[in-house]
């Protein structure tokens, strides 16, 4: 016998000893994406034009900038749950599935950060 | 059922359309020159094409997603009302990319 109440032997455990994070996680974003992706489609479709002094202003202003870093952020964040579940579904060789895992990981930090650090760009180059 | 399928390829080629959104902004951060190379290619007929599609997907991805929060709450899982409200997700996505595009091009 030991000294472990069965309860604590359940909590924690599981396939990988856990399990709903990712399922909340991704809602979460979902919901979020809800909002940022309506407003930013009907800000994208009523834009005067795609020219580049037209995009240089709607990006800089302060509060599109806040919304476009939000949006950059639930965008890769939702995305890389996504692929996740699919690699793992798709994917059964352990190395392939873990390299594949790490890559997407690496190429949505990377997409991330290099929209965010546009948008600051943008808006400081206005100032 | 074929929306279930629908939902993960619109998610994968969405991902997609994140890099495009993004190659977006770092191109038009690095100047004016350099944006109008990605204009341009986006203003191609491949580039409207990939465009659309990123609308579409954006929707139908959105319209099933709104799908699947309901069922989290246990509603909506009887076939028949599974099987309309994906008709619904399907006409409103569709609807929707040709009236954004309509008044666009």
């Given at each position: ?31 979020a994406l ?40 639930s ?52 100032l | ?31 004016p ?10 203003g191609?007929?491949p ?59």
């Open positions: 016998m030991r000294l472990h109440s069965p309860l604590a032997r359940v909590l924690g455990s599981g396939a990988a000893g856990e399990g709903t994070g990712h399922f909340v996680a991704q809602r979460i974003s979902s919901v809800l909002l940022l992706g309506i407003w930013f489609l009907y800000r994208l479709f009523s834009l005067e034009s795609f020219a580049f002094l037209d995009v240089q202003r709607f990006v800089a202003d302060p509060m599109n900038a806040v919304l476009l870093m939000l949006l950059t952020v965008m890769a964040h939702h995305s890389w749950l996504g692929i996740q579940v699919i690699i793992e579904d798709y994917v059964h060789e352990p190395l392939v599935k873990i390299l594949s895992l790490i890559a997407s990981r690496f190429l949505h930090a990377f997409v991330a950060v290099a929209a965010l650090y546009s948008i600051v760009s943008i808006g400081l180059n206005r | 059922m074929f929306l279930s399928i629908l939902h993960r390829m619109t998610g994968v080629f969405l991902s997609l359309g994140l890099v495009v959104f993004a190659l977006w902004l770092v191109r038009a951060s690095a100047g020159e350099q944006y109008q190379y990605f204009r341009a290619a986006m191609s007929l580039g409207i094409v990939l465009l659309i599609g990123c609308t579409f997907a954006f929707l139908l991805h959105a319209a099933n997603g709104i799908r699947h929060l309901v069922w989290d709450t246990g509603r909506g899982l009887e076939i028949r009302d599974a099987n309309r409200s994906a008709w619904l997700a399907l006409a409103f996505s569709a609807l929707g990319t040709a009236v954004l595009w309509g008044m666009r091009l």
